[in-house]
């Protein structure tokens, strides 16, 4: 096996500030009170789903600006992507702020792509301050990925709900906060995965792939991480990888795991059959909770390993497969 | 105005091998004998568009790994992106070479962030060679972004005709080659065009910011280079853009400028109304004659400008406008 190239940064890159921001269901998750604001309506006083995604989106990354004591032109770069075809949730949302935009594209791995992006422009000494974030929305994704909301279209065991949701921090290479000290941007995993409604099967081979090459690149072992947390690979994607660690690299991270997926909803009572998932899932839930449980000092170094499905609307009808990606940031308090 | 960071590259990434592969209307047009391979058939022997476009984007790609004297498992990553929803055309054209993938996504404007985060990954000393590369294809962006190609819709003479087209190089931290000193990555210029056949006038806004920008910022002037070449602005777009700059920033770049749009087909014999666009136009262009002529000597330092237009196939629908994006990188032979 290729030794894959561990990105370690000597500059520690920090997140001087975060927020998250979601819609109505996220917010009535136990979660609840972990977020910045709750839009209680889903189109966020916006005319299309897609609008209101933007409107979500601009409202974390202006939320985190502000928190950061920074004002929009101390910000060098905005590093950002979302789900919506050509990324338009992102672009909307953030044209008139006036920063410098880096698109970047990861399905929902987004959150831990955009990070290391950041990280990268720090540690090339490019940057001072950047913004990396990261949305998405239940609407526009189910319009746009498989069906009109208003078709009424079953769910299988196996489908998770997009989050409405975005997260975003600032990182910078100085100020207080928790520190982005190394990574790993993965590699596209295709076990020829086909079923569109199972996207915690399409992942989680790349989320075991991205974690075994880190840890063994690191030599490091599960229990020296106060978490092992992956982005949405849900309940079905969840045990997946558990058994894909345990079987095929004897690694067993059960009792440091856990998933935003898993995290943002109550699965037995809000209907979300496997899960969450959606950029935005594992961006407000690491946005809010997971750094604001860093900053208080009862987790210390966890790893976040962000998961996309890499499909468009056409790909799955074509019989492509659906690959996956996973891209791992090490943070430490 | 506030003072936009140049990204100022110490360590000079070195461009060490090229490629560029096109379709069979870009074969027959003024730069047919630069590129280093020409798919005759339209589907490149693939069953969809799609699905073609992949094709393309992994012949450049492997192409110009196999130049650069480097295997697959040399290469720490590759930084990509095209047009297709959710960059599929990316994805499942590199989802097999097992190389880490960083997803970028700038529109038309690709093969300039691609260099420009390769540049970036090299100059952190977080990677030792990388690929950045991007395509776009005819017919996969008509039918995704316009009409059905049997439709056989009438096309406005401020319309460009997308290339069939994908660049790659390998960027090195050694070797011979074209150095990548600077860049600058662009802010979303939104002018409120809202003409979804007019994109030379939704990213000539964006080139001229980027443009006057980086020459202010360095403090160099248009003769300083010996060429200025944008990326996909066609005939509507260059024209307005030499305006923009003569009459807002009092720059007259006219004695060099250039535009991969005007450059790949033949305006007269080819029909293509405004010139050629599309990520794999500028893509092409740069990874064949211009990247030659910089080799070779007849070109010593240049400023391409990567242009891009914001829009989805939805977004003209719901009456958003189409916001521009352009990012720069200083090429020195």
């Known amino acids: 096996m290729k030794k894959e190239r561990i990105f370690v940064f000597k500059t520690k890159p920090t997140i001087i500030s975060h927020a998250a921001v979601v819609g ?3 917010g009535e998750g136990p979660m609840g009170k972990e977020f910045d ?3 209680e309506d889903s189109k966020a006083g916006q005319d299309s789903w897609e609008q209101s995604e933007s409107r979500i989106h601009r409202e974390a990354v202006t939320r985190a600006i502000k928190k950061s004591g920074y004002k929009n032109e101390d910000i060098d770069m905005i590093i950002s992507g979302d789900l919506l075809d050509q990324c338009t949730g992102t672009a909307f949302s953030i044209k008139d702020l006036g920063i410098p935009f880096t698109g970047v594209y990861g399905a929902c791995s987004t959150m831990a792509l955009s990070m290391l992006v950041a990280a990268t422009m720090t540690e090339a000494k490019l940057c001072t301050n950047t913004v990396a974030a990261t949305s998405s929305h239940f609407c526009s994704a189910e319009k746009q990925f498989r069906m009109p ?3 009424g ?4 065991p196996t489908a998770q709900w997009t989050a409405t949701a975005s997260g975003a921090v600032v990182v910078s290479d100085k100020g207080k906060g928790v520190k982005i000290t190394s990574g790993l941007i993965g590699t596209i995993q295709d076990m020829g995965i086909t079923d569109a409604n199972n996207m915690g099967a399409a992942m989680a081979p790349a989320a075991c792939d991205t974690i075994s090459k880190y840890l063994k690149g690191t030599k490091t072992k599960p229990s020296d991480y106060d978490m092992i947390l992956t ?6 994607g969840t045990e997946l990888l558990l058994e894909l660690l345990e079987k095929q690299e004897s690694i067993d991270i059960s009792g440091v795991h856990n998933d935003c997926g898993l995290m943002i909803y109550d699965l037995n009572e809000q209907d979300v059959n496997s899960g969450g998932s959606g950029c935005g899932c594992s961006g407000a839930v690491v946005c809010s909770n997971i750094l604001r449980r860093m900053e208080e000092g009862e987790l210390k170094k966890i790893l976040f390993i962000g998961t ?3 499909l468009s609307a056409v790909s799955p009808l074509q019989s492509e497969p659906v690959p996956g990606i996973a891209h791992l940031v090490c943070l430490e308090a």
Chains 1, 2 share one sequence.
Do not use: T
């Not at 279209?153 to 299988?156: F, I, T």
């Not at 982005?231 to 079905?236: A, C, E, H, S, Y």
């Open 149 to 151: 909301l208003e078709y």
């Open 231 to 236: 982005g949405d690979l849900g309940v079905v």
């Open 24 to 26: 109505k269901k996220e």
């Open 153 to 156: 279209g079953q769910r299988p």
């Open 308 to 310: 996309g499905a890499l």
């Open 37 to 39: 604001y709750i839009f």
